[in-house]
């Protein structure tokens, strides 16, 4: 064999490349880039065909892709629309530093608005559409971005200076502003909370799929109306955000486009150092299926790029690490001519004629309009997934000393008079050197071209956005028909509360007025909750339908698919399903329909893995049902510790339009979502509701007269004692799966005791303490006249005996009511881990059951002296109860 050198070794290869490059040049002249894609494939298959292994790569090269040939102009004035940009820039930070001043620690965001502006502004005059011309747009802005919307809706004339100047100061005279986007505290203007990280990706994609949902049922008309989720990089890390974005590729919801501000930066420092986040997030989204668009480099690049024949730009680009990339965005140009491009001298060739200034210039695909604008284009046009957004940018951009690119940028809210002169300056503000130390807002006149260009383009565009509007008509009343069998009980017939919830959830779905709201939704759960009826009776929502034949076809209550199915099969996700209840729950406001949404899930998988989620839709007036099902620490057998649910009543606590509800009968439940119904679609107020739902089934009795009222308050008496006027008296409480044994021990305490007790159904904890805490305050305000009495002492003041409560819950909230009675309540409850056992066991684990209710009930009547300590013992024995065993709190 004839020896061939290295050097003539790597001539030919060059050669040999030279010919394949040729080659494909010519297919791409003849045969266009359709052709040279399938030779490419064809070649891949061949070549792993012969054992040949590929690098897998989900990745383009770290540059824009829309190259500059293939860009559309910008329309309207890029030179009016830099102007207006710079205003707000300018009215975004002096809020800031406003606040600042004003009072040291009030807090706020100047950098991610700054690195953001262009993404915004672009998106407001060319592509954000209002409510106005029809269906709108859905925007999720990012919440630490909200100062310049802020500063917009100022110079577009929504909000005066007065609520700038409250910005994070919402208790002052005149209204102030919410540091971030809360439809609660600015109910006309924001429409969805997003500043939990990862919360507003994840709303948004359900939102676009729920936008589908309403098109496919007929329920909205078909529009190509776009749900936009604008996200910092740094808020990719939670799981959250990108945890569901196969979802909307498998769906093929070319209605969502997420913005993702790549300015490198989190909190504390770089988002990946030592890495590059757009090409990890490029890999993340082309591998679930996205349209990715990278919006890099600003123009000044795009002759450097013409220029990079042989791709050595491109591989400079590629290989530099965000840390890296980051500390040129604080340098001086000289320092980047050096250390970027003095890699290689033919790159340092290629700058030779911009000076340092110039390369310190060159700016950032997510600053440059024209990169943006045609991205978004791209965007709104793309047909058949849903497309991010992946634009670089700077944090803190144009901030310069006070903090651009810095690591302390994010917590940046003061800037001295120097910082802010030289700010002014490089936006141009028209403010004089004298007054700028005051940082006052700017804003042109009324009828000067950028208040009106602005205001033509919103008016173009169908209105202003963000605004939030209940767009939808109450209804006029309920059916109460719907309701009436559940009062009568079920004649010794036994049942769930899961039963009933899922007979109720089936009539309200075939009334004709309200069946289609309804909104069914479950993660993966339907079978456990007895459910799967409605698979036939409504269908599982799927916009493709059901392109299978599904094996129980034969049988009555198959999985039926279709695409106007009426329930939201989410699978094992209930961060998804409850983003789904949100999107559902807020329809009359974002969609105008009156949506009913009834979310069914694993009651320990709710409040305790999900509760910001429902702080996220508490915050969004969101309405609907929440049902915990198989709940109560002891009611669900077997399960064991991570399943059994004795806290979630407690957890619902706090969520201030949240009505919580332990049922423990059918009529009951009745009660209750009928007037929730009223409440939340007929009265329109912003609350929502929470049940639990056991599946331990008893006969349900009939509904004591009189009894409604207390019902929804939260207490009323289920059962007089037939013992009025015995020496011994007693009040039970009793909530859920545990009122059974409470009036199991009202008849032992009677027949056995002589003890005459009264059984009250405590069906809200939560009703009577915020009632009981509302006149205290009333109380306490109003000191010289007849004071409020709370509900729970009106009925409970002049009742005789010991006071003893028992629920599958935490002690914590029979506790919480406790200050209102009149003499110390005695607390039964499942505080502790729970255990796989049977529901008896658990019971007597937990101290829950009716023989502790008996020995409660004596230890309280001996304790106030009226029985003595040896009938307590007794019944401790006769009841077989272990007095030493362990405590299940901390066992
Ligand atoms: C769940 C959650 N955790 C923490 C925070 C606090 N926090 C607010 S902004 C921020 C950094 C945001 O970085 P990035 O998402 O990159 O946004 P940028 O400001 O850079 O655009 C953090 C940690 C939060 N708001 N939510
Ligand atoms: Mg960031």
Known sequence: MRYISPKDQADL??????????????????????????????????????????????????????????????????????????????????????????????????????????????????????????????????????PGIYARAYLEGRINETHLENFRRETRPGGGLSSYPHPWLMPDFWEFPT???????????????????????????????????????????EPEALGAITLPAREKLDNLIFVINCNLQRLDGPVRGNGQIIQELEAAFRGAGWNVIKALWGREWDPLLAKDRDGLLVKRMGEIVDGQYQKYAVESGAYVREHFWGADPRLLDMVKHLSDDQLKKMSLGGHDPIKVYNAYKAAVEFKGAPTVILARTIKGYGLGEAGEGKNITHQQKKMNEEELRAFRTRFGIPVSDDDVAKTPFYRPAEDSIEIKYMRERRRALGGFVPKRQSRSEALKSVNREIFDEFSKGTDGRKASTTMVFVRLLSKLLRDKDLGPLVVPIVP???????????????????????TYEPVDMDTLLYYKEASDGQILEEG?????????????????????????????????????????LIWAAADSRTRGFLLGGTSGRTTLAGEGLQHQDGNSQLLAYPVPNLVAYDPAFAYEIAVIIEDGIRRMYVDQESIFYYLTVMNEQYSMPSMPEGARDGILKGLYRFRTTSKPDAKLRAQL????????????????????????????????????????????????????????IPYVTQCLAKAPGAFVAASDYVKALPDSIDRWLPRPLTTLGTDGFGRSESRGSLRDFFEVDYRYVIAATLAALARDGKIDASVVEQAIKTHEINPEKANPATS
């Open 572 to 612: 094992i996700n209930e961060a998804g399903s409850l983003s789904s209840f949100i999107a559902a729950g807020t329809a009359y406001a974002t969609h105008g329909v009156n949506m009913i949404p009834f979310f069914i899930f694993y009651s320990m998988f709710g409040f305790q893995r999900i509760g910001d």
């Open 13 to 146: 290869d060059a050669i040999e490349t030279r010919e394949w490059l040729e080659s494909l040049d010519y297919v791409l002249q003849n045969g266009g880039p359709a052709k040279v894609a399938r030779l490419l494939r064809e070649l891949t298959i061949h070549a792993r065909q012969n054992g040949i292994k590929l690098p897998f790569t989900a990745n383009t090269p770290y540059i824009n892709t829309i190259p500059a040939d293939e860009q559309s102009l910008m329309p309207g004035s890029p030179d009016l629309e830099r102007r207006i940009k710079s205003m707000v820039r300018w009215n975004a930070a002096a809020m800031v530093v406003r606040a600042n001043k004003a009072e040291e620690g009030i807090g706020g965001h100047i950098s991610t608005f700054a690195s953001a502006a262009t993404l915004y502004e672009v998106g407001f005059n060319h592509f954000f559409r209002g409510h106005e011309n029809g269906a709108g747009d859905i925007i999720f802005f990012q919440g630490h971005a909200a």
């Open 195 to 237: 500043v939990s990280m990862g919360l507003g990706p994840l709303m948004a994609i359900y939102q676009a799929r729920f936008m589908r949902y309403l098109e496919d049922r007929g329920l909205r008309p078909k529009s190509d109306a776009k749900v936009w989720a604008f996200l910092g990089d740094g808020e990719t890390d």
């Open 524 to 546: 993966d759960e339907a079978r456990t909750f007895g459910m799967e009826a409605l698979f036939r009776q409504v269908g599982i929502y799927s916009h493709a339908g059901q």
């Open 733 to 788: 409480f009793g909530s859920g799966a545990i009122l059974p044994e409470v009036i199991k021990a009202q008849e032992i305490l009677e027949s056995k005791y002589g003890v005459g007790a009264d059984v009250w159904s405590v069906t809200s904890y939560g009703e009577l303490y915020r009632d009981g805490h509302a006149c205290e305050r009333w109380n306490l305000l109003h000191p010289s006249v007849p004071p409020r």
